[in-house]
């Protein structure tokens, strides 16, 4: 997916990597879905902003590493948090308590 958002924003031949900790984050912070249409949405925002850098700059030595940071600071504070999914009660999601007094 990162190869071909870089390609489409017009970022090949560009020195931009992703860690590994990034792409951590983009998946526990700004998508919730099981699927990857939004972690590919949000990869892509991430590229036209880093587009839009590279213009601005206009020489050709555009380096960038995509880290935590640069993902909070491209696409602003997080969109889901874990602890709140767990503190909710979700379908398919059991909680209970058993008790059992032995009558012997």
Known sequence: MIPRQL???G???RDIH????AIGKLIQAYTREAGLRNLEREIANIARKLARICLKGNDGSFRATVDENLVEEFL????FSH???EAEDQIGVTTGLVWFKHLA
């Open 7 to 9: 390609r489409d924003n």
């Open 11 to 13: 970022l090949i031949g």
């Open 18 to 21: 992703f860690t590994d900790q």
């Open 76 to 79: 602003g504070p997080r969109k």
């Open 83 to 85: 602890e709140e999914l």
